[in-house]
Each structure stands twice: as structure tokens, then as C-alpha cells.
């Protein structure tokens, strides 16, 4: 994270049907404080030069109410608490220096960039641009810290990502693909197997399994226990 101080500090404001289409737009400087985005987009586009950017920011237990997040470009941003009514979406974001702690409501990264056009044409550009971006070592972004009620994350490289190893491993495409881990999984232990086809029906070298602490205690330690045997096996790594 910047030490560069904030130059707006916004509290307790609540930002109601705000779009951000096509612009690439500049945040930075920016202090959000128990704010609420209702219906609000960000960097909605299909055009890879024209996502915004939000830098230097960081939102401290706001809350998103149906807001669509496009491919932002997100660097040194905290988010300390934010609650979702439901699944938040980032569509093919790029992070640098970012950091997500606290309780955390349910977030998907996504690799699309857009939520209807799948098509090459779109998605090619984004897939260079990212892979362009992550080519440096710089953290990419920091979970170690946040308490999700569930989480999903595509498209960051895992080297690049500061985690709990406890609760949040690395599957690894060389793993994955290996014939024989599956026969040695306990009944019970089916979501992580489901999760990680759908891994390997994408181009991803590896992916980031986390077990959401923010879910009710039985729910966690289920899954929690279903990465610990993938720990044990040789599958996952801490």
C-alpha cells in the first residue's frame, strides 16, 4: 500500500445508479468510509483502452448493492470490510499492491472481461494486457487477511499473491492433471474435486483455493477439512 495520504475522505455517503462506461476515468487520492454504492458500475467496457483506473484508494466497511465492477485497473487499494446483498463480480481486473481484509462478502474475479461477450475479439486484448501487466514479481494482491463468505479468484498469477496457508492453497495445473489423487479423497470430499475441473477447463497454470471464513462455522471447517486432505495427498500447496 501507498503512504501517500488521501486527499478526499468521503463518509457515510451512500452513491445511488453511478455508471462508469467507456471512460477511462482516474480515481485516485480517495478515502470511502461506511459509504454504500447502490447500483453503481465501474469500468464497464469491451475496449481494452478504455478501462478506468483507482489508484492510491481505500474503502472501509461500505457496502455494494448490485454494482457491476469491469476491467478496473486497481493500484494500492485497501478494502477493509465490504458487505455484497449477493455475489460481486470483477470482471478481468488488473491488481497491483491491493489488499482485501476484514469481512468480505461474496466476490468472483473473473478472466472475461464482459459478462455477455465471450467472443475472441473482446477478450484477446485483455488476455495480453494482463498477461503483460503480471509479468513483473510485484504483489498482485494481498488475502491473507480477509474474511470471505465466499470467494473465487481467476486470472492472478499465485506467485503473486499473499495468502493464509492455512486456509487458502495453491492448486497447480502440473497437480491437478495427475491420474491418481482423486482415488485417494474421502466420500464426503466432492466440492474441491467440482472446483478444480473447472479449473482445469480453462488455460490457467494455477489457482488459489480458499476456504471462506466468513461462511457459518460447519460450512468452513467442511471445506477446510476437504483442503487439508488435498494438502495431505499432495494436490494442494500451502
Known sequence: MSNTP???KIINQ???KLVDRNSALLYED???QKCVFDNCALSLT???SLRSTVRNARLTNCEAINCGIGPANFQDVMVDGLKTNDLLILWAPLFRRVTMRGKIGQLKINIAAHHVDRSETTQLLFDFARAEFYSTNELAI??????FQEFDM????AKLVRRDPETQVVITRENAIRSNWRDKLSSWNDYWPFVIDLFLEDEEEDIILVAPKGKPK???TEL???INELCEIGVAIR
Open 142 to 147: 494481498d488475502i491473507s487477511e480477509g474474511i
Open 218 to 220: 460447519k460450512q468452513f
Open 6 to 8: 488521501y486527499k478526499n
Open 224 to 226: 477446510l477439512n476437504g
Open 154 to 157: 481467476h486470472g492472478v498469477p
Open 30 to 32: 480517495v478515502d470511502f
Open 46 to 48: 469491451k475496449d481494452c
Open 14 to 16: 451512500t452513491f445511488f
